[in-house]
T-cell receptor
């Protein structure tokens, strides 16, 4: 399978615990994005990387959240001291970011990690 | 806030064409229009994108008006498996801003 993969697919944790999610992008894609999606809403941007550099972070990404992409390959998203409000689907996407007339940027999404904080 | 507006829901009879509209009146010249869909509990699936010209692929057709202020996604022969939330996004190479999308129900 050459698509974006995410692990785990489901995570149940107790409030106050730390959790870490992993995303493996499509090989050769230099951009990697994290989004969060709550029930009934569209995905909301959290952060993105171009290669190993984290270029943008949303204000949704509080200081309890940290993301890394060592060596520009897979990425991890860690949430410290989880809160019930962190319960959501966490989506990862990757993109080759091709420049042409304008920058087209089709993003390919993984299946997501569903987090439930009790 | 999303730069696009879409109707919250639409119905379509199985086997008929589904035409999903999207308004993007403030789109800038270098922004592409992307369409994605999301079936319950799955990640969004890329459908198609375009800049100025109409586009067609194996999944759908994208019709963009000449002034680029609106577009229509066409699923030529809708099936029950096309029931999903469809998102229209205007973007120039940054992070996507998703609106609530259109919930398409394909009815037997």
């Amino acid at each position: 399978d050459t698509g974006v993969s995410q692990d785990p697919r489901h995570k149940i944790t107790k409030r106050g615990q730390n959790v870490t999610f992993r995303c493996d992008p499509i090989s050769e894609h230099n951009r990697l994005y994290w989004y969060r999606q709550t029930l009934g809403q569209g995905p909301e941007f959290l952060t993105y990387f171009q290669n190993e550099a984290q270029l943008e972070k949303s204000r949704l990404l509080s200081d309890r959240f940290s993301a890394e992409r060592p060596k520009g390959s897979f990425s991890t998203l860690e949430i410290q001291r989880t809160e019930q409000g962190d319960s959501a689907m966490y989506l990862c996407a990757s993109s080759p970011l091709r420049y042409g007339q304008g920058s087209y940027n089709e993003q390919f999404f993984g299946p997501g990690t569903r987090l439930t904080v009790l | 806030d999303a730069k696009t507006t879409q109707p919250p829901s639409m119905d379509c009879a199985e086997g008929r064409a589904a035409n999903l509209p999207c308004n993007h009146s403030t789109i800038s010249g270098n922004e592409y229009v992307y369409w994605y869909r999301q079936i319950h509990s799955q990640g969004p699936q890329y459908i198609i994108h375009g800049l100025k010209n109409n586009e067609t692929n194996e999944m759908a057709s994208l019709i963009i008006t000449e002034d680029r202020k609106s577009s229509t996604l066409i699923l030529p022969h809708a099936t029950l498996r096309d029931t999903a939330v469809y998102y229209c996004i205007a973007d120039y190479g940054q992070n996507f801003v998703f609106g609530p999308g259109t919930r398409l129900s394909v009815l037997p």
